[in-house]
């Protein structure tokens, strides 16, 4: 029995849609390209990192390049994608600043397109970023030789239940200040413990979505359920 098969029959057994607890990380995404050495000269060029170069045959050949900070990666080849070259369309970069960002691709030959924004769901795009400097409402594009297209995406506070993923300095700096805080909390009537093991325990479910209170309570329950077996 499948996984959504198992998923589908809870819901329909509980009436409810349960929160998922095993972690299913997006790892990998292979795009079709028609010339695999051009398309890795592009890459390169950005200063994505060259995770490997394999080849079995003149028939099948995998590259794969990971973006600066992206805990995802991508694939080409020869042999790996049966789409046609050039099709995936608005494959999301996320970055903190847009400005930044544009001008260190251009920088490096990606002809990124100038920044623009939507006024609504649906609506055509608009010219310059977005006027109230929002998250998720800025936006730039641009192709890599096959035509496969990039959506660059500025966000620079998530939504609430959205996670933290590769955060920059500034924004691990406010998550420790954060775990700091939840741990005073804690700590007044919390049991013999490491402060280290309460804040690995917090930032990890702040990384996978949680809120703060959530998050609070894991790393509770992280360092209680751990001194159980000491205590038996």
């Known amino acids: 029995m499948s996984s959504t098969q198992l998923s ?14 095993v972690d299913l990380k997006l790892e990998v995404v292979v795009i079709p390209v028609s010339d695999v050495d051009r398309a890795k000269s592009f890459y390169e060029r950005l200063g994505w990192r060259l995770d490997g170069d394999f080849a079995a045959g003149e028939d099948w050949r995998v ?22 070259s050039g099709s995936f ?16 691709l251009n920088g490096r030959g990606a002809d990124v397109s100038p920044a623009f924004h939507f006024t609504g769901f649906g609506a055509p795009p608009s010219p310059g970023p977005d006027p109230n ?3 998720y409402r800025t936006f730039a594009s641009f192709s890599d030789p096959d035509g496969n297209t990039w959506l660059l995406q500025e966000i620079k506070t998530r939504l609430d239940g959205r996670g933290i993923s590769s955060p920059d300095v500034p924004t691990l700096t406010e998550l420790l200040r954060e775990t ?30 949680r809120t703060p209170e959530e998050a609070a309570e894991e790393a509770s329950v992280h360092i209680e359920g751990a001194r159980e077996p000491a205590q038996a």
Not at 16 to 21: D, I
């Open 8 to 21: 589908t029959e809870h819901r329909h057994a509980t009436g409810v849609a349960t929160k998922a607890t």
């Open 63 to 84: 590259v794969q390049f990971t973006p600066p900070g992206s805990p995802c990666s991508i694939q080409f080849g020869k042999g790996v994608a049966p789409a046609v």
């Open 89 to 104: 369309k608005n494959l999301y970069l996320v970055v903190s600043d847009m400005e930044t960002a544009r001008r260190e």
């Open 133 to 135: 400097g929002s998250s």
């Open 180 to 209: 700091e805080m939840h741990h005073g909390e804690y700590e007044p009537t919390a049991p013999k413990h490491h402060w280290s093991g309460w804040y690995a325990a917090y930032i990890v479910a702040r990384e996978r979505g």
